[in-house]
């Protein structure tokens, strides 16, 4: 296609175009999952300019390579507490952390449960694709009981976190999940995720039609049948009574909010200036 | 029965593992290891393979997993690369302090910031320093038959071991490999017999928090300080390349590859000008001599198979009577040379007699092509500079 017959994508002026084509496969859920993030950001009514992204290291980690704003791409695992510093040296920037359910909850783990304990102001976005994309599809600690990865030929032994339950139990004062098929449920989350002061969490369920897909003999559109059929939408849901199951139900909607003294606000109240 | 397969590195990595009989394997999966855990657990899964898989959450789960099995008495084995390695060092100051002979393939990969997937060394000389042996492999065989090798080296010195492999280069590129059976290989490795075992009747405290002077444990023997600790682990590698030579022979009367010499050498006897380089770049190097050699150059390549214990009278009996040695390396040690480079020129302080003129160029990192006429060049350059009893000063970048 030459330049003449490009069209302008509305979100062109939220990406690096230069950086375009990206990497995520033909039928990969994250791209949506980005769209919807860019899409909440620029409607925000702030200057976007005032918003940073951080990513981890992973498919979905690529988010902030792409994102026309601050970004960073720290090391695997890393995202939250490279956003906890940037958020703490400059309070007024908006920190967005996009990244995948491998680096936010198996080798990152331990510091989303300690910004959540803290109320750490940031909006934390988990593309969970079940599994670790990039790497070729290894099970993770979001890789459902007996489902088949490269190192689960034979179904994985493990259970997976639930993610919002877990969010809830350290402290996230902000919770939903959506799958991408829900895209603008997904993108008014974010919105009021990006709005609410807290340490806020989203998960948002994403096909890897590449890894997960093709392991547990899912064509493209097989996962997006399940999201659509086994959809439960259930705002204000009891974390704990959440489910991410296949065959029984997938529970949707914005679980939790409510307000408590965000890490900042706990700080200055021990602290001189 | 040995049969030659077509493998990769990756693939030939785990084909070890299971003759080695790994008891435990621990890994958390990154490119270019990936194939190593995958093909491990199928193994584990159909039953070829009598082990323990666990798909630990980062690497230093996976090193803290391969220490407590190795505690507890089974043979423990883990892969990874890059910045997997590097998250891991805590863990491997840990095990080569605990003494524990875990075996670990590491293909080779830069380190970020910023990232990159494609090859170097610098992960591994990163970690040159936390007490465990090194090997480096030139091509896939060597993969196989090194990671035997270094079990049957660490389990008799009480050394973990990383055997080194030059990622894609190797670990992603097929080559026929001999794969031995499994019946040589049981007598060529027999069971691991640990120094000690976890054993309810007699529980004790492994690691304690010690002094920085010897006190005596609580059955009254004297027990090293600190530094004593410390002292031991050396002392444990200078005496280590005997051992590693002889599992090194043995290896080959059983299965016709020798690896005595801790050394490989190509078209060096009567070489003047010799590179000496670890890993697939040595192999890049022998087809940049044999170039030379077209142009009358007396060219050869040494390249190490064992870094760590490093050996030095092996190298200074190898090239004290060269006229220049070109030192290529994938990795450098910021502020100086390559490392290679720096422990060469070591090698023959104080030994008195003719030494060769050593050069330092660095190569190949994050991927960075290394053509065959870029080395030549190189070489020409030290030749030239030679002549007048110089080499160029400080470490030569190639492709910058
Ligand atoms: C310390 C370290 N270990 C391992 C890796 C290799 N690695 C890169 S991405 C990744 C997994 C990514 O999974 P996830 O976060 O779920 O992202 P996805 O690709 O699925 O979007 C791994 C293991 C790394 N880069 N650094
Ligand atoms: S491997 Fe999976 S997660 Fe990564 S881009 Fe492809 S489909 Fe998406
Ligand atoms: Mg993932």
Redesign the pocket.
């Known amino acids: 296609m030459n330049a003449a017959t490009t069209q302008k994508h509305p979100l062109d002026g939220m990406l690096r175009t230069d950086r375009i084509p990206h990497i995520w496969c033909p039928g990969c859920g994250?791209g949506t999952v980005f769209s919807s993030s860019l899409i909440a950001i620029s409607s925000m009514g702030t200057d976007p300019m005032k918003t940073a992204v951080v990513s981890?290291?992973?498919?979905?980690?690529r988010g902030a390579g792409y994102v026309n704003l601050d970004s960073y791409h720290t090391?695997?695992?890393r995202a939250i507490p490279f956003a906890t510093g940037m958020k703490l040296a400059n309070p007024e920037l908006t920190v967005v952390v996009f990244?995948?359910?491998?680096?936010?909850f198996?080798?990152g783990g331990n510091h989303f449960i300690h910004a959540a304990r803290r109320n750490m102001d940031l909006t934390v976005i988990c593309?969970n694709?079940l599994?670790?994309?990039?790497?070729g599809g290894?099970a993770?600690a979001?890789t459902p009981h007996l489902a088949k990865t490269s190192t689960t030929q034979r179904g994985n032994p493990e259970g997976p976190f639930n993610l919002p339950l877990l969010a809830y139990a350290c402290g996230a004062t902000f919770i939903a999940r959506w799958t991408m098929l829900h895209t603008r449920d997904l993108t008014q989350s974010i919105s009021e995720a990006l709005t609410h002061t807290g340490f806020s969490f989203i998960e948002v369920l994403a096909p890897?039609p590449t890894?997960y897909g093709r392991k547990n003999k899912l064509k493209n559109s097989d996962l997006l049948k399940v999201y659509q059929e086994k959809a439960i939408i259930k705002n204000g849901a009891n974390p704990a009574e959440t489910i991410l199951d296949m065959e029984q139900g997938i529970t949707l909607g914005k679980f939790v909010e409510y307000d408590r003294p965000t890490y900042a606000d706990n700080y200055k109240s021990v602290n001189c200036d | 029965m040995e049969q030659t397969l077509i493998l990769t590195g990756a693939q030939a990595a785990a084909e070890a593992a299971r003759l080695s009989r790994v008891q435990v394997v621990a890994a958390?999966?990154?490119?270019p290891q990936s194939k190593i855990p995958e093909t491990l657990s199928g193994y584990v899964e159909q039953g070829a393979l009598k082990a323990e898989f666990v798909r630990v959450e980062?690497?230093h789960s996976a090193m803290g997993v391969c220490i407590a099995a190795s505690i507890a008495g089974a043979r423990a084995f883990t892969a990874?690369a890059?910045?997997?390695l590097?998250?891991m060092h805590e863990q491997l100051h840990w095990a080569a302090g605990s003494r524990l002979p875990i075996v670990m393939p590491v293909a080779n990969r830069g380190v970020g910031a910023p990232w990159t997937i494609l090859n170097d060394c610098q992960d591994t000389i990163s970690q040159r320093d936390t007490g465990w042996m090194q090997f480096y492999c030139m091509n896939n065989q060597e993969v196989l038959d090194l990671v035997i090798v270094a079990f049957k080296a660490a389990e008799k010195l009480l050394i973990p071991c990383m055997v080194c492999f030059d990622g894609f280069l190797l670990s992603h590129t097929y080559m026929p490999v001999a794969v031995p059976g499994q019946k040589e290989v049981d007598v060529f490795l027999p069971p691991y017999v640990p120094f000690h075992t976890m054993d309810g009747d007699n529980p004790v405290n492994i690691n304690p928090v010690v002094t920085s002077e010897p006190i005596p444990d609580p059955d009254g023997v004297l027990s090293p300080g600190y530094i004593g600790f410390r002292h031991r682990l050396q002392k444990s590698h200078e005496g280590a390349l005997p051992v590693i030579r002889q599992a090194g022979r043995e290896f080959g009367q059983v299965f016709g590859r020798s690896y005595e010499d801790p050394l490989f050498g190509y078209r060096a006897e009567d070489a003047d000008f010799v590179f000496v380089a670890m890993g697939a770049i040595a192999g890049e190097a022998c087809e940049a001599v044999d170039a030379l050699r077209q142009e009358g150059v007396k060219a050869g390549v040494i390249a190490l198979r064992i870094y760590r214990p490093f050996p030095a009278l092996e190298l200074y009996q190898a090239l004290r009577h060269r006229r220049v040695v070109g030192v290529i390396e994938k990795a450098i040690s910021y502020g100086y040379e390559g490392a290679l480079a720096s422990e060469l020129k070591a090698a023959f302080y104080g030994k008195g007699g003719p030494m060769p003129l050593i050069s330092n160029y660095i190569a190949g990192l994050g991927g960075k092509e290394l053509p065959t006429a870029d080395l030549v060049e190189a070489a020409r350059q030290s030749i030239t500079a030679a002549q007048n009893g110089v080499v160029p000063e400080g470490a030569q970048w190639i492709g910058c």
């Open positions: 994250i981890g290291i992973g498919c979905s980690g090391t695997h695992g990244s995948g359910d491998g680096d936010l198996a080798i593309v694709n599994n670790y994309g990039m790497t290894q993770a979001t890897c890894g | 958390y999966p990154i490119t980062s690497e990874t890059s910045n997997g590097a998250y």
